[in-house]
């Protein structure tokens, strides 16, 4: 079998785009913590590289992202709303009926804790786009031409757990977290379980807005419940945020959980 030129050239784009995305991003991370103050303050920038760097590789292959260009459906935006949401709230009881954290009922629901949430949400779905489209709006569409849905989600859960890892470190050094390290290696695994619902929102409509809530509500829902390993600052549920929040321990078994779950469906799906 005779493979084009064109055909190994647009599998080499994709890797391409990643590496120079991870390059940006870990040598913008080190520039910053030179002086670790400056890196806690500003380490969010480094989330428009993926949809700058998307953007420039649309202009030098003469190609189009079209992740918008979709009509997007009930299906994938009920998912990505409620997916994080149940996930977030699933981990909090788990940690609750554990132990390990604990949070007071006055703390759970009031009317200002929810419009800020909510707002808060909102303005953060234009934070998370400088992710997402270079993530799943740009690189799965083209992993997934190249090698079908399976690698393709893979491929990415394993770049986008890299890209986090050098911010995460640093970040965990910076804030007094204990064992900075594992922190690392556990959010690693988080990530890269994370991006399954991620991808398969983004498959159900082909279209970005989805996904952009998933993120967004992710984001804000984990700090808000289960605290902010990035700042190292406590949620409602009070504990080790290693163990207790979306992106540690409990949140690496959940998403082991959800994706064993998945796999048996799916296997059960294709022998019936």
Sequence with gaps: MIISTQARTNAKVPFLYALTVLAITWSIACILFVQPENGVRYFSVVMAIPAITAIYFDKIN????????KRMNIKALAFGILYP??????????????????????QW?????????LVTIFFNLFTVL????????????????????V??????????????APVVYLLAKTTGMEHPLLVTVVQFGVVFLLNMPFCYCYY??????????????WNVVNTTVLGDIYKNTQG???????????????????????MLIYCLVRTQQHTE
Aim: charged share 10%; proline share 2%.
């Design 130 to 149: 400088g992710e997402e489209y270079g993530w799943r709006g740009y690189l799965l569409p083209k992993l997934t031409t190249v090698y079908g849905k």
């Design 85 to 106: 949401l149940l996930f977030i709230i699933l981990s909090a009881g788990i940690a609750g009926m554990t132990g390990l954290a604990q949070s007071s009922t006055a």
């Design 204 to 217: 159900l409509s082909e279209n970005l807005i989805p996904v952009l809530f998933i993120h967004s509500v």
């Design 236 to 258: 409602i549920m009070q504990g080790n945020l290693l163990l207790i929040n979306g992106e540690g321990l409990i949140g690496l078994i959940l998403g082991l959980v959800v």
């Design 151 to 164: 690698k393709a989600v893979l491929i990415i859960g394993i770049i986008w757990a890299l890209y986090h």
């Design 109 to 117: 629901f009031s009317w200002d804790r929810v419009i800020t949430t």
């Design 62 to 69: 003469n190609t189009r992202t079209t992740c918008f260009h």
